[in-house]
């Protein structure tokens, strides 16, 4: 991600203690579509995948959810129903990534010795 972009996430700890992750768009949104859920789904998701990280919580490392994963949490190998299963019961979670400081191209500075 680059600087100064958000990270918005709905993070569901399953029975298992395995961690669901469903990235969304905007908190608008998503709160729209908790209480109205006539809401496109298109339109609150940022990806139609679950993700997960291995018990690792919200920072491990992100990998697409099995058909097997989701059917064992779940009760579905549909990803969409999984979906909306993490977003009514998991808990919405946002990550800023600070803008970048200093020089943005060391060639530029005095530092850059060419050759």
Do not use: C
Not at 26 to 43: C, G, H, N
Not at 71 to 78: R, Y
Not at 83 to 112: C, H, T, W
């Amino acid at each position: 991600m680059r600087g100064g972009a958000h990270e918005l996430k709905v993070h569901y700890k399953g029975n298992n203690e395995e961690d669901f992750l469903v990235f969304v768009d905007s908190k608008d949104d998503y709160s729209k579509w908790l209480s109205d859920k006539s809401t496109p789904l298109a339109q609150v998701v940022s990806v139609f995948e679950v993700f997960t990280t291995h018990k690792q919580g919200t920072q491990g490392i992100y990998s697409t959810a099995s058909q097997a994963m989701l059917e064992n949490e779940f009760g579905t190998k549909n990803a969409e129903d999984a979906i909306k299963q993490v977003l009514e019961k998991g808990n919405l979670q946002e990550m800023a990534f600070p803008e970048r400081q200093g020089m943005k191209n060391d060639s530029n500075s005095d530092a850059y010795i060419g050759r």
